[in-house]
Every structure is written in structure tokens, then in C-alpha cells.
């Protein structure tokens, strides 16, 4: 089992920025990706980003150029930081954890971004 618990979450105005992390635990193994999905009210859960345990990143078209995926294996850590957020990107935010067909949700962390 893995448990993620999320944080940096909040209320910003359009153009600004937040940092979301996401700390590990439990029987996590260095062969892992590790990411970002998000859901906005009364849509599906969409993929944002997500990083190898080799630091190769994804991204969706979304937003490229402005969100950058990083992590931290040494603290089993995955952070997500976001800039010229718009009133768009309001949601909330979940962290994945994945070993090859085993998939871990974090418990979310909302984003509103205000116009």
C-alpha cells in the first residue's frame, strides 16, 4: 500500500502562482511515476502532469510552458509548480502514484483561481 497526502493548494488570482506537493509513503518503490491529475465540477478527471522515477516529464497540452513537474526520490516527493494560472486551472488537484498496473490516489487538494 501507498498513501500520498497533498498540499499547497489554495485560492490565487488569475496570473499568479502555487506550488502543490505531494509526500510518499508506505511500500513505495524507486520504479514509479509519480503525478498530477485534476477535476473541475462536472467534468472528468483529466491528466495534467506526471515524472518518471528517471526525471522524463509529461505534460498536458494545457499546460506546457506553464506548470513544471519535479520530485524529489530521496523524500519520495512530487511537486507541481504552477504559474500564470487561469480561472481555467480551478479544480482539484490529485496526486497518482503508479507502479506498473497499481495505481494510488491522493485525497486532492483545491485550486481556485480567480479572474
Known amino acids: 500500500q501507498v498513501q500520498l497526502v497533498e498540499s499547497g493548494g489554495g485560492l490565487v488570482q488569475a496570473g499568479g502562482s502555487l506550488r502543490l506537493s505531494c509526500s510518499a509513503s508506505?511500500?513505495?518503490?524507486?520504479?514509479?511515476?509519480m503525478g498530477w491529475y485534476r477535476q473541475a465540477p462536472g467534468k472528468q478527471r483529466e491528466f495534467v502532469a506526471s515524472?518518471?522515477?528517471?526525471?522524463?516529464?509529461n505534460y498536458a497540452n494545457s499546460v506546457k510552458g506553464r506548470f513544471t513537474v519535479s520530485r524529489d526520490n530521496a523524500e519520495n516527493m512530487v511537486f507541481l509548480q504552477m504559474n500564470s494560472l487561469k480561472p481555467e486551472d480551478t479544480a482539484v488537484y490529485y496526486c497518482l502514484y503508479r507502479y506498473y498496473l497499481q495505481f494510488y490516489w491522493g485525497q486532492g487538494t483545491q485550486v481556485t483561481v480567480s479572474s
Open positions: 508506505g511500500s513505495i518503490s524507486s520504479i514509479n511515476t
Open positions: 515524472i518518471t522515477g528517471g526525471s522524463v516529464a
